[in-house]
């Protein structure tokens, strides 16, 4: 189908959704091609999505769509389906999205799901599931080409055209020795350029790049994107290869990744939220916003311990709140600086002293500026007070202390947390948010007290 | 070279770095194959590249490191170099990567530079730079291999062991007509699986998603990370192949679009600071800063416009920094998942109703259970005063209010934004924690004099 033609199906198919047309709807994913089908479905919202896959009556379409449902909304629609219908369904998925499924069941289902498939197939898909989420292991297909180093390049051309004619990828041909160990790598694009009687272990590359089923996936994506490598294959502890990670599902990996780390700093766990439910939303919520709680509950006894000195000039709470916002914000850019640049391999913790101090530097040259102009800001409108001098240098110190240690503690905070290997972005948003919180307010209130002498 | 030995080298060369043991790392340099240099390069901090560069002799060797350094260091460094071996370098540097890097230039060094540099190359280059450079145009290599609709399988083979060898990414073969139109792809592998003697048109697919130069380069990523593709032709106006944009480009942009989303909700501007100067890293930030600043201002009008409240009940400003904290955060929590859910294509704008429904449901709950919370600390905290229970409800409806305004105002706000095609990211940071600052502030102020009756 033609990209126009596939645009305008999603424009339809959106429109009947909106309108609720479900005769149309069924009438139209009955005549559409199952690859065009799935293009389509990608471009819908993750809502639309569930109301399309609804309608469909035939497992293999329901198998290649449900890979693409987000996984509450799959859980509530295999509990419709019948054990038939889904062990139909799990037999033509492949492997890999078999298995990242069936994990996603409840264990007793997902047995019986396995002892009802063909033996070879739920055999691949065991071995799968038996491997961590975050790691290669539970990413790797088992769909690559392997073939030993005497096989001349005209032999694999022949390998290519019958026994791989399947494999989704060929892109590289990799090379194996009589114990079947991983001994070097060829491409296709090397294949057609070398004579056809030249043996593999003649023209393969010996430097190979390799990961093992336990490797985390963010750190394959690394290796893939550094070397801008199309696949790297997956060896197990004999060096014998077990799959291969392909650039499609890196890039499936960075963007969770990134999404992960905003969720994370953002304090709303590490799973996409938006389409869950309001329970599920509130209760993933709910804890990371103690930290916040916490946070002000010790501002509160902070500011009550300070009660006699606010009853004398009630004034000073009217900054509070500049002078948190202020400390709040650049914290939150430190800490973002700091986070982001470490995901991506900017940033180097032996660079320690040089990125705090940086930090602070900016976080201590804005926090003059922004206090001298709150200064300014306090004196104009208490100028009729006789305490409108040290108001304002109160003022104007409480917002430059705020900033400065906020960038501080923000800069600091997720380097110190990548130093014992707990993930930077995780601890970072609310913790930095709300021991700034405290600091400031603390501050503040300190230099209020000796200046105005309360 | 072996990983193992990579590896190795990149530690001494670290360790050496650290040491600052310049002769050592000059004979390292000098022995190390480029290739390797490169990959150890990406693997360094930025501080670590711009030491390394610093001792570079070769200009082949710095053309190609050159494009791995941040914007400002080779803007310095550029000016240490002297103009004939700036010109060598960009001879041997990628059309693309030159093209990137002489855009950062001023107009009459690049100008310089391009007039001495070889026709051919200084040609393409410029064609390159005319495009901006956040479109498909900037991105694309030229390096592609299109052959016309008659050509044979074997021929295709042919071609690809002669007038393409230099190619870098053969995975596509294009197929052009006899007016040079884009008619068709086929690719390697097909290749290899069909009878020698059969012509291209006979086994190309004529579904084809092209780019033009002007698409933006985020567009061009989304399309070959949903379809899955190694690479995507770019096609002028008349439908003419003039460069293929691939899927190792697409990853760089997906980090860096990652990366710029989260700078901007942090409010740091869109490009990366870290490595920037303490003066430029303050001047980006600064303006950033300015929108919290008024809503501090803001806030310090309202204070003190309820000053005579404020004398008589001074325990109110104690509930500040919780009741603005807890809001700034699920504030941002809620813009977080509204904005990547936009970035990700999880959220359509036209399921408005439902997705800031359902945020502002979970800001209630979750302001209802810490209001409680809050309530009882206040009711303990003040028991022996008559004002204990007014006070508690104040606070209490003080974080209802807080929080679900916090959620609504967060979701609708990046919605609001995409709709009028404002980059949702850039203006939701700042503006939803200052908006809701004030909004927090004023409302509790209103809850707690009318129940008080001050």
Chains 1, 2 share one sequence.
């Not at 043996?199 to 590359?205: G, V």
Request: glycine letters at 6%; a negative charge.
């Amino acid at each position: 189908m033609q990209t126009e033609q596939l645009r305008i199906l999603t424009v339809s198919i959106k429109r009947l959704l909106r309108r609720g047309a479900t005769r149309q709807l069924k009438n139209i994913i009955a005549k559409t091609h199952m690859a065009d089908l799935s293009i389509v479905f990608k471009e819908l919202s993750m809502d639309n999505r569930k109301r399309l896959f609804k309608l469909l009556e035939d497992p293999e379409q329901m198998g290649l769509l449900l890979s693409e449902l987000e996984e509450n909304t799959f859980l509530e629609y295999v509990k419709q389906i019948n054990l038939s219908i889904l062990v139909e369904i799990f037999n033509t998925l492949p492997s890999d999205d078999a298995a990242e499924l069936l994990n996603m069941l409840d264990e007793e289902l997902s047995d019986q799901i396995l002892s009802k498939m063909q033996k070879e197939e739920s055999d691949n898909v065991e071995q799968l599931m038996s491997y961590d989420e975050d790691t290669a292991g539970s990413l790797m297909v088992q769909d690559f080409v392997a073939l030993e180093e005497e096989t001349k390049a005209r032999e694999v051309i022949e390998a290519l055209q019958s026994k791989y004619l399947d494999v989704e990828m060929p892109f590289y041909i990799y090379v194996i020795d009589d114990y079947g160990k991983l001994v070097g790598v060829s491409s296709l694009r090397q294949l057609v350029v070398v004579p056809p009687e030249k043996p593999l272990k003649e023209f393969m590359a010996t430097d190979i790049i390799t990961a093992t089923p336990f490797t985390d996936r963010e750190d394959v994506a690394k290796l893939v994107s550094k070397y801008d490598y199309l696949a790297i294959p997956v060896v197990d502890d004999d060096n014998k290869m077990i799959g291969i990670v392909t650039v499609d599902d890196v890039i499936d990996i960075l963007h969770e990744a990134a999404t992960e780390d905003m969720l994370k700093m953002a304090g709303v766990g590490e799973e996409y939220v938006e389409t869950q439910t309001v329970f599920r939303g509130t209760r993933i919520r709910l804890p990371w916003l103690f930290a916040s709680f916490l946070g002000g509950l010790a501002a509160v006894f902070i500011l009550n311990s300070f009660e006699s000195a606010l009853g004398e000039a009630v004034y000073l709470a009217a900054f509070i709140p500049v002078i948190m916002g202020m400390g709040g914000n650049i914290g939150t850019q430190s800490s973002t600086i700091v986070v982001r640049g470490i995901a991506t391999g900017k940033i180097d913790i032996q660079d320690f002293a040089k990125i705090v101090g940086k930090e602070l530097a900016v976080g201590t040259i804005l926090g003059i500026v922004y206090g001298v102009f709150i200064g300014v800001v306090a004196k104009i409108l208490y100028a009729a007070e006789p305490f409108s001098w040290s108001l304002a240098i109160a003022v104007g110190l409480g917002i430059i202390s705020s900033m400065s240690i906020a960038s501080l503690v923000g800069s600091m905070i997720p380097l110190i947390m990548e130093r014992f290997n707990i993930d930077p972005a995780v601890a970072t948003g609310p913790f930095v948010t709300t021991s700034v919180d405290i600091v400031s307010v603390y501050c503040y209130f300190m230099i209020a007290t000796l200046l105005i002498g309360l």
